[in-house]
């Protein structure tokens, strides 16, 4: 019994790409890439990812002068722990009416009852035409955003994030947005020490500030223009110090008004709610990674108190700060496959 249990734990998840004709080689490769990199303090891999069709296994169109040559048909989707769909150029029936094409249809049937379903970018289609995300938050690239939102009603789009965590699924924004979620999923299954190595072994940060908003296309600022850069890293250095507006107008001599103007055009939100969202995850680090109490790491997130960082977190993170150490901490062995 005692081997067995060692040797179910001992498995990798299994992520399963689904691979649709007209899709993109970067997307259909992050997943491969960032799961691919994650190990364990020993070494061993913590995923195991492959790629299969809603055909028998042969060639894919990409949306490039080439195609793939997948080696596994729709069955392999019955293995799946995790299931990612990226984006495909050549949707039809989905894009158009909201409604799964007869191959998906037929290969959805093999994927099992609370496998962790994920999209990148306009694969969100895919996700919301099959059920899966009837009334529930959804994201997508930013301008297919409206059109998605027509075309499923009962999904609840937001188009000023990145990603999207429901829980069993996630969804991600435009092309590289889905490196974001896949490291989001490292970090969810095993930690920010696992998410970071595989962040810096990709040569990409592992958290970006701001949401889509900061992507969407808008005249360019005249090259003369101060940014806001130098007061982000200024504050990122004090985020356990009181931090006022005018602190960090300052640091770009700018007055209060034409800062605030400029950094919300530039991150895509507010400099009091990325300031907050810095101290969040300035926070989180430390509840993984540390034993500091939790009025030692308010202080040194900035909140001051353990009640404003247990509201704070419970606002952004929908738990207290207890919980999320304690989840964390306990998943650092990281996520198994079902038996």
């Not at 007209?22 to 195991?48: S, V």
């Not at 939102?149 to 069993?168: C, M, N, T, W, Y």
């Not at 999923?185 to 072994?201: K, L, P, Q, T, Y």
């Amino acid at each position: 019994m005692e081997k067995e249990y060692e040797e179910y734990h001992a498995m990798p998840h299994r992520v399963v790409v689904l691979a649709l004709d007209g899709l993109l080689p970067f997307e259909l490769g992050i997943p491969h890439r960032i799961f691919g990199l994650t190990k364990d303090a020993a070494g061993r891999h913590l995923y195991e990812t492959m790629t299969c069709s809603v055909r028998p296994p042969g060639p894919v169109r990409t949306d490039a002068d080439f195609s793939i040559d997948v080696e596994h048909g729709p069955e392999a989707l019955a293995t799946a722990d995790t299931v990612v769909i990226p984006a495909s150029y050549e949707l039809g029936c989905v894009y158009e009416e909201g409604v799964l094409t007869e191959d998906l249809k037929a290969a959805f049937t093999f994927v099992r009852p609370g496998t962790r379903m994920v999209s990148i970018c306009t694969g969100g289609y895919v996700l919301a035409a099959a059920g899966y995300l009837d009334g529930r938050p959804a994201t997508t690239h930013w301008s297919a955003a409206e059109h998605f939102q027509r075309l499923f009603p009962s999904v609840k789009v937001d188009a000023e994030v990145l990603f999207i965590d429901d829980g069993d699924v996630l969804t991600s924004a435009g092309v590289a947005a889905g490196l974001d979620l896949c490291l989001h999923i490292v970090r969810r299954d095993h930690g920010s020490g696992v998410a970071n190595d595989v962040a810096r072994r990709s040569v990409v940060p592992p958290h970006r500030d701001g949401g889509q908003a900061q992507y969407v296309l808008r005249p360019v600022p005249e090259p003369q223009l101060a940014t806001t850069t130098t007061a982000r890293a200024w504050a990122l250095g004090r985020l356990h110090e009181p931090i006022q507006l005018r602190d960090m107008a300052e640091q770009e001599s700018m007055s209060v008004r034409t800062f605030t103007r400029r950094f919300r055009e530039e991150a895509g939100i507010s400099p009091g709610q990325w300031l907050t969202q810095q101290r969040v995850e300035r926070a989180r680090h430390l509840l993984e990674s540390t034993d500091l109490s939790i009025d030692q790491i308010a202080r040194d997130a900035g909140f001051g108190t353990a009640t404003s960082l247990r509201q704070h977190l419970q606002t952004t993170l929908g738990v207290p700060p207890t919980v999320y150490r304690r989840t964390f901490r306990a998943t650092a062995g990281g996520t198994r496959r079902r038996p």
